[in-house]
């Protein structure tokens, strides 16, 4: 039959294993990020073009100036929002 006991190890030795591990993970998945940043950047100035979300709501309504709402956060690149 199994049988479930308490891990000999030092809940210390656990702690320190887990943030361990999380670092590594985090510093691989942070190069993972950038790395695809760099092929596919977030927002292009190509962007500008009406997609398929914006000419619906232009279709209930919405005036195109609402619809096509941004902000610059850098010289080059846009966000796009939607005001209600």
Known sequence: ML???KPKIPFRTIVWKSI??????GM???????GWENILPPR???RNATNPPQHLLE???????????FVY????????FVAL
């Open 44 to 46: 292009t100035l190509a």
């Open 20 to 25: 361990w591990y999380g670092f590594i993970a």
């Open 73 to 80: 956060y850098s010289t080059d690149q846009k966000v796009y």
């Open 3 to 5: 049988s479930l006991s």
């Open 28 to 34: 691989i998945s942070g190069m993972v990020k950038i």
């Open 59 to 69: 279709q209930f309504g919405m005036s195109s100036k609402a619809v096509h709402a």
